[in-house]
Nanobody, 126 residues
């Protein structure tokens, strides 16, 4: 399984960015895909998660109502998006996508995810 994250960049506060995570390899519809972020000097934190099958979602409180996670689940084409609106300087971080093979829910715990992408940097200027 390989995950390729893209879409990061520099944006002013109040602006928007859309991150993408292209998944290749044996990704099954039962998998949960998550976005996490890590700011300098801080631990990696949960942002949002979605299940390929059915599209159920979970969001961290700081991004609820501003970020939207979505996915394309079309056979071999599996991509997850994170639409980030009303960005704030505190959203500045490296954003990672991840895949969880075995789950009963939409986990917020990084250690429960099995595969990780390389990260994409999001910088929000004030």
């Amino acid at each position: 399984v390989q995950l390729q994250a893209s879409g990061g960049g520099l944006v002013q506060a109040g602006g928007s960015l859309r991150l993408s995570c292209a998944a290749s390899g044996p990704i099954f519809s039962s998998y949960v895909m998550g976005w996490f972020r890590q700011a300098p000097g801080k631990e990696r934190e949960f942002v949002a998660a979605i299940r390929f099958a059915g599209g159920s979602t979970n969001y961290a409180q700081p991004v609820k109502d501003r970020f939207v996670i979505s996915r394309i689940n079309a056979g071999a084409r599996k991509t997850v998006f994170l639409q980030m609106n009303s960005l704030k300087p505190e959203d500045t971080a490296v954003y990672y996508c991840a895949a969880d093979r075995y789950t009963g829910g939409l986990s917020e715990v990084p250690g429960e995810y099995d595969y990780w992408g390389q990260g994409t940097l999001v910088t929000v200027s004030s």
